[in-house]
């Protein structure tokens, strides 16, 4: 019995002490987190970029808002919370059908690791094969910023685009892989596209496709010309972009206009890539895609594009080298209604019939991409014209070689501020105006589709003397415009949508704000001797409570031309008449003439005189504004 009791007492006795080197000896994840925390590594700049934090109103906040991004219950606004979840989550069993976390957030375990030091051989998981194995198929090599222009018909690429591409060690450019962010939306009117993605009513995902595939999507279908930025990114580098990819897959974040748009998250990327970066913290409270190529630039990213023109620049640049009448015979060659021999008896040198061949084959395809021929269509014609189009001789390498235009990133920043001086009836007046986005009719081109505005925010403020009063001038919500000019090849449609507040004459003879809503369509047409014109329909809305009725409903016509004098100037004469038949009766006419003067890449000197009539009242007014593009 003795023995029985001094063999439990010895029994007690070893647990007691073994518990007691259990206390003192606590598990390797909790080591790991004590020393996270110790290190303060939640407030590290490299976990904010991995969780995209970044600070708010209210605090810090992640810009990721699925919750499957998340490990914590409050990982999206506590990075302290997070880093001890993920740190936790390494230790799980591995689950069925399931990604480990070590697996799932390999950027994050890749960094940790390099932090704390963690011992792979104390994981369930050491590491992520499956991100391995990607790895050595894709070869990852380099990494180029990609801009597709702006394609103001097409409602999410009224900017342009960015994206990235990663070039491999064994294929070719065409076959490097694409990595894109964008909004999930089937929209295709643009101001509603617009308003959604003013109030984040989209998601937008990550995804990573052949780049010779978007390459098909925006040169074939989207017409816009391609400017590719090769970045000077290290392999190392290049991998750990990849590995933030990886652990974006499926992971959605609500896609906004102007901040958290395509070329904001794509940044969290290369600042994953190159951690010294920092360069989501050099962006402004909006961001527009052409800006971000900007910021590579001072960064030091990248010193030099490479431009792939689109389906569209090619037919266009062909057809200039040819008269009117052979871009006549090409189109009838490629909608089948000539035949190619027909050409082979044409008055015509050997060259021009070459060329008009080699018109008719890229108009053809275009025709093609854009299922306006069927397969069997698009083969006939295309088998035919080659067989005459080998008659013709070989072309030689530079034949069709399309100049480089000015590069996007050349053109003028993206903000205007104003500062003006003028007369309005007898009164004269100071006047401050800004414009956070993005380009209007009257700026110079260089860098910017010809005939394309696209106008945010734009704020005008006037101070008259002789009232001693400051008055909110106009504000226009949005104002864009797109003169598409048609040719024989291309017929768009021309469009406007002008939104906002603005002054307005009453019945009482005196000035009110009024709300207005003005879209209008028509048409293009490009004279190389005078210039860009255009006619359009037009309908508008006004709403204010000086009115009788609160409202007026109207329609009417615009005309205009904008012309081109030298590189550095252009002016835009104009008139628009509107008769408001429905609510407050009446009618207004505007004749306006502007005229813009390019001092330097980004200031400018414009004038701006005007006549108007609203109801019986008339108006003049002239003005002189220094523009200063940041």
């Not at 490629?334 to 035949?339: D, L, P, S």
């Not at 800004?434 to 009719?441: D, E, K």
Request: some cysteine; proline content about 5%.
């Amino acid at each position: 019995m003795f023995r029985i009791s001094l063999f439990i007492l010895c029994l007690i006795s070893f647990f007691i002490i073994f518990s007691k080197v259990i206390a003192g000896n606590p598990t390797y994840d909790l080591v790991l987190i004590e020393e996270a925390d110790r290190r303060a590594l939640y407030n590290d700049k490299y976990w904010h970029t991995l969780l995209h934090y970044k600070k708010g109103v209210f605090g810090l906040r992640s810009l990721i808002d699925d919750p499957n991004f998340f490990l914590a219950p409050g990982g999206k606004h506590n990075p302290k919370a997070e880093l001890e979840a993920t740190i936790k989550a390494f230790f799980q069993e591995p689950g069925e059908g399931t990604k480990h976390p070590v697996c799932r957030f390999v950027a994050r375990y890749t960094w940790l690791k390099e932090q704390l030091g963690i011992d792979p051989s104390q994981l369930p998981v050491p590491e992520c094969t499956h991100f391995e194995q990607l790895m050595v198929e894709i070869k990852p090599e380099a990494v180029s910023l990609i801009f597709p222009t702006s394609h103001i018909n097409s409602p999410a690429s009224m900017f342009g685009h960015t994206l990235l591409t990663i070039e491999t060690a064994t294929q070719s450019k065409l076959l490097s892989h694409a990595i894109n962010y964008s909004a999930i939306t089937t929209d295709t009117f643009g101001p509603l596209f617009a308003v959604k993605g003013l109030f984040g009513l989209y998601k937008g995902y990550f995804s990573i496709l052949p780049y010779y595939g978007k390459l098909q999507e925006y040169s074939d279908i989207d017409h816009r010309d391609i400017w590719e930025y090769p970045l000077n990114f290290t392999k190392e580098e290049t991998r750990r972009l990849l590995m933030h990819v990886y652990e974006l897959d499926s992971i959605y974040s609500d896609y906004y206009f102007f901040d958290e748009n395509c070329s904001y998250d794509l940044l969290f990327l290369l600042d994953a890539g190159r951690p010294s970066l920092n360069i989501t913290d050099q962006m402004d409270l909006w961001v527009i895609p052409i800006d971000t190529i900007r910021l590579a630039k001072k960064n030091g990213l990248t010193n030099k594009a490479i431009y792939r023109p689109s389906k569209t620049t090619k037919v266009q640049y062909v057809a200039s080298l040819l008269s009117q009448k052979d871009r006549e015979s090409a189109r009838a060659m490629a909608n089948g209604e000539i035949q190619p021999k027909d050409i082979l008896v044409q008055a015509i040198s050997q060259d021009e019939k070459a060329t008009t061949c080699d018109l008719a084959i890229e108009y053809l395809q275009y025709l093609y991409t854009k299922k306006r021929i069927s397969k069997q269509q698009y083969l006939d014609r295309f088998l035919e014209l080659l067989k005459i189009r080998s008659t013709l001789g070989q072309s030689t390498e530079d034949r069709y070689a399309i100049p480089q235009p000015p590069r996007p990133d050349e053109g003028h920043e993206s903000n205007r501020l104003s500062l003006g001086t003028g007369i309005k009836k007898d009164r004269f007046f100071y006047e401050l105006r800004y414009r956070p986005a993005y380009h209007s009719l009257l700026d110079n081109d260089k860098g910017y589709p010809e005939g394309s505005q696209i106008v945010f925010g734009d704020t005008t403020l006037r101070y008259y003397p002789s009232l001693n009063r400051l008055r909110l001038e106009s504000l226009d919500i949005i104002d864009i415009t797109s003169l598409t000019p048609r040719d024989l090849f291309f017929q768009p449609l021309s469009w406007k949508i002008k939104t906002g507040l603005t002054h307005r004459y009453m019945e009482d003879g005196r000035e009110h704000m009024v709300y207005q809503l003005n879209p209008g369509g028509g048409f293009a047409y490009k004279h190389n001797a005078t210039g860009l014109w255009y006619a359009m329909a037009e309908t508008a809305l006004n709403v204010s409570g000086a009115m009788k009725e609160t409202y007026a409903l109207g329609a009417g016509a615009s005309v205009g031309l904008i012309a081109k004098v030298t590189d550095l100037f252009k002016f835009h004469v104009c008139a628009r008449n509107i008769y408001y038949g429905i609510g407050d009766y009446h009618n207004y006419f505007e004749a306006m003439v502007q005229a813009n003067y390019t001092v330097s890449s980004n200031t400018g000197l414009a004038f701006q005189i005007s006549r108007t009539k609203t109801r019986s009242f008339y108006q003049t007014e002239g003005a002189l504004s220094w523009n200063i593009f940041f």
